[in-house]
């Protein structure tokens, strides 16, 4: 097993409004919404009522089938208003905020036993934070991984930078890594030369260096150990890897984080400390025609402006909608203001030009006709266009022969973006997972 | 679009003309919030580009050929526009027919128009005689892109090359007006109505009738330069090495069609021809393979069609040697038919999905093996 990957295939997208690395605004909390819809796989059963009171790592809501998942409120309040949508799906429970904020204790003692972590995990909430491979889904507490992978780094565009993030969070990070090496063996992938996570013990490191999506975790683990059929993976960020340290370390559930607001239209880049489910308006000021997307430009989500921010986020991007319309764009020989990494423009002059993106396709939908570029932007050892058709297929049999476990959208999103008949590559991805999970229960 | 609502039945042929003129206003609903700027309109105008070269000189060589064989002492822009004016009906008839049979089939489909054509209908001009009957051509570009492009889908779904099928049906339906040493020579429009078709076999036939002079390198009149350079009858394209190559050099730079099947293609040829020289089936010099009849131009522009293609990378070096190598053996163990790259790129399109179907399940098989070793 190699400690070193360095990646050749992928692309950094030059995308203007990268956050400077510095605190630009606090958010002190008001209204925070716990969202059940950021976790794939679980199905909400409120455990509050409107009116009731909670603290800081207080339990809102379990899963129906395994009700030892339990998600807990980040911060001590009042529940306000519990947001159902259509078919009465529940989307939120708002929070209102004390003015002090009171946390559950959980003790903090270090968890002797596997049983131990998984139990605090669970009464944390944080158990959410396990996202298990294949499928990317809630982590099922009866399964047993072969491997807990970690990516100290994202590649993604204008990602959060956690050297700057939780360089502070190193005792808690280390906490969170031996409690985790008693489920199973801990790998963590490290930025190669220079990354503040070098140092962590009780792990294998793993070096890595490449363009996007050379960050992910899931191109990293089909590199390092790649899952096969009836194999199990669990990841987690290195930002709840931290929460969970604190918590050992201090008996406190802290989801605070420092948020990185980026992207061409955002007013003002940097850093927000709040907590997730904060209001995206209260982090940053939105204009009229912006979209807000909770994550990086390629997976993130459109958490629209009157959204809460995720708990999995760290990152919110704020791009321009791109209803403008170019006259006879594609024949320009030139076009200064569009990126492509295509050579059939000239961004290939200027490749230090970081660029002023909007949400527009820059182009209809076709079918398959270039799909070579596909392969240039996925750095696993898979067909990338063999498993796009047989999940358009809904070929069960060639998904898993074409590595459907080995995948999440994310890892493919590169694809939707370099793609010139536009497809939409990461929807059919997860539609095939979808199927997967379906059919292999 | 807009227009969508107020011309329901017609809106493929709107948008069509509206995404033309502008990019469209669509923005991203799912998926990657930012896309890159490349459209297949842009990648199907860079081959369209690439292409540029040959017709140019094509035409040129097209008055060229007319002047020289009737003795008309034409000057190098009378020569020029004699061409130019006799391929313009021919790209108009390819393109007016092509793009009807297109937007109508799209509207059927409700969808919108695909530019495919855009290189198909640049394409058919350049690979037939430049005096073929426009009703011919006509025919011709109707069968090829309703049955081989329109019933399968459209661009993307096709198996074989629409502009390679049109040639094919043409050559095989009217023999006449597609072979033989007299198709090769533009008369028509030259005033020379009562005049005899003189006869100019291309350097392809004359090598193939064993007309080569080792001493000079030269087959039948023509030296190898002349053949480099392009200055032989031929398909108004094909002649011209020069042309095809810078053609070749913007489809590589641009990445949009494969250096792989050109190279492997380019390789193959010069195999087979080299073991046809060996085994005593011809006295040509491999090379030259390479440089007659339409050997390159369909290495460079037909068989790396990215949809008819294989798709895998080693599917790719594997295909294209086998469209050079089975286009030699055409050319060298024939007895009636000497052109042997438009069937070699039709046999190796049908071909390519079982290529791409070997390398995967290899691929997959040796993902399988690993499984069980790890």
């Not at chain 2, 038919?337 to 069937?343: A, D, Q, T």
Request: charged content about 15%.
């Amino acid at each position: 097993m190699s400690n070193n990957l360095d990646l050749k295939k992928g692309l950094n997208i030059p995308i203007k409004g990268v956050a400077a690395p510095e605190v630009i605004k606090t958010v002190v909390p008001d209204i925070v919404a716990v969202k059940p819809t950021c976790f794939k796989g679980l199905v909400p059963r409120l455990l509050v009522k409107e009116g009731d009171a909670v603290k800081a790592g207080s339990p809102v809501m379990a899963d129906k089938q395994r009700p030892e998942i339990l998600l807990t409120s980040p911060v001590s309040g009042t529940v306000q208003q519990i947001v159902r949508g259509e078919k009465r799906k529940l989307l939120a429970v708002l929070i209102k905020a004390d003015a002090k904020q009171e946390y559950v204790d959980f003790g903090s003692k270090a968890p002797a036993d596997a049983a131990q972590v998984k139990e605090l995990l669970l009464n944390t909430g944080l158990w959410g934070s396990l996202i298990q491979r294949p499928y990317g889904v809630l982590a099922d507490p009866q399964a047993a991984p072969k491997a807990i992978f970690i990516s100290s780094f994202s590649t993604a565009p204008l990602a959060a930078d956690t050297d700057y993030t939780l360089v502070e969070s190193m005792k808690d990070i280390q906490a969170g890594v031996d409690a985790l090496g008693k489920i199973a063996p801990v790998h963590i992938c490290v930025r190669k030369a220079g990354s503040a996570f070098g140092g962590i013990k009780n792990a294998t490191l793993h070096e890595v260096s490449g363009p996007h999506p050379a960050g992910n975790v899931g191109v990293q683990i089909s590199h390092i150990a790649p899952i096969r059929k009836g194999e199990i993976v669990w990841t987690v960020s290195l930002l709840h890897l931290a929460a969970m340290g604190h918590v050992i370390n201090t008996g406190k559930l802290d989801l605070t984080r420092k948020v990185a607001v980026t992207g061409p239209a955002a007013a003002k880049t940097g850093y927000v400390v709040a907590l997730p489910g904060t209001p995206v308006k209260d982090i940053t000021d939105i204009k009229e025609g912006v979209r807000v997307v909770g994550g990086d430009a390629l997976t993130g989500e459109n958490l629209g402006a009157e959204g809460y921010l995720g708990f999995f986020e760290d990152q919110l991007t704020l791009l321009k909608e791109g209803y403008k319309r170019e006259w006879l764009g594609w024949a320009k020989p030139i076009r200064p203001k569009v990126y492509s990494s295509s050579w059939c423009y000239f961004s290939w002059l200027t490749p230090r030009k970081k660029y002023n993106m909007d949400t527009n396709l820059h182009g209809g939908p076709r079918a398959f006709v270039e799909t070579k570029c596909f392969e240039d932007v996925t750095p696993m050892d898979i067909f990338p266009i063999y498993l796009i058709k047989a999940c358009l297929a809904s070929d069960i049999e060639k998904m898993e022969k074409f590595g459907i476990y080995e995948v999440l959208p994310e890892d493919l999103a590169l694809c939707d973006f370099v793609d010139p008949s536009k497809n939409e590559i990461q929807a059919i991805i997860q539609k095939g997972i979808d199927l997967m999970i379906k059919e292999m229960a | 679009m807009a227009d969508e609502k107020k011309t329901p039945w017609w809106h493929s042929t709107v948008d069509a003309f509206d995404t033309f003129l502008r990019v469209p206003g669509t923005v991203s609903a799912k998926g990657a919030h930012v896309r890159d700027g490349i459209d297949l309109k842009r990648v199907m105008i860079m081959v369209v580009i690439a292409l540029v070269p040959a017709a140019l000189f094509g035409m040129y060589n097209v008055g060229l050929q007319t002047s020289t064989l009737y003795n008309l002492d034409w000057g190098f822009w009378h020569m020029f526009f004699y061409g130019l004016l006799r391929m313009l009906p021919l790209f108009v008839v390819s393109y007016v027919v092509g793009l009807a049979i297109e937007f109508a089939s799209s509207q059927i489909r409700g969808e919108e128009v695909n530019e495919g054509y855009l290189v198909t209908g640049f394409l058919i001009p350049l690979i037939v005689p430049v005096d073929v009957p426009l009703w011919m051509l006509a025919l011709a570009v109707a069968f090829s892109v309703i049955f081989v492009k329109e019933v399968f889908g459209g661009t993307g779904m096709n198996i074989w090359n629409p502009a390679l099928v049109a040639r094919a049906f043409l050559f095989f339906s009217y023999p006449s007006s597609m072979s033989g040493s007299s198709v090769w020579v533009s008369k028509t429009w030259a005033g020379l109505d009562g005049v005899d078709a003189i006869s100019a076999a291309t350097p392809l036939a004359i090598a193939h009738d064993g007309a080569f002079d080792a001493a000079t390198g030269a087959v039948g009149q023509y030296s190898f330069m002349d053949m480099f350079y392009g200055f032989i009858p031929g398909s108004t394209g094909e002649t011209s090495v020069i042309a095809i190559l810078l053609g070749a050099l913007i489809l590589v730079w641009t990445g949009v069609a494969s250096w792989k099947i050109m190279v492997s293609s380019i390789a193959g040829g010069l195999l087979v021809g080299w073991l046809g020289q060996l085994a005593g089936a011809t006295a040509v010099p491999c090379y030259y393979q390479l440089v007659m009849g339409g050997f390159l131009f369909g290495s460079v522009f037909m068989a790396t069609d990215p949809v008819t293609a294989a798709q895998t990378e080693t599917g790719k070096w594997i295909y294209g040697f086998l469209v050079g190598a089975l286009a030699v053996v055409v050319r060298l163990w024939n007895p009636g038919y000497m052109e042997g790259m438009m069937l070699a790129i039709l046999l190796m399109n049908t071909m390519a999905p079982l290529i791409d179907h070997c390398v995967v399940s290899a691929h997959t098989s040796r993902r399988a093996k690993k499984a069980l070793t790890a």
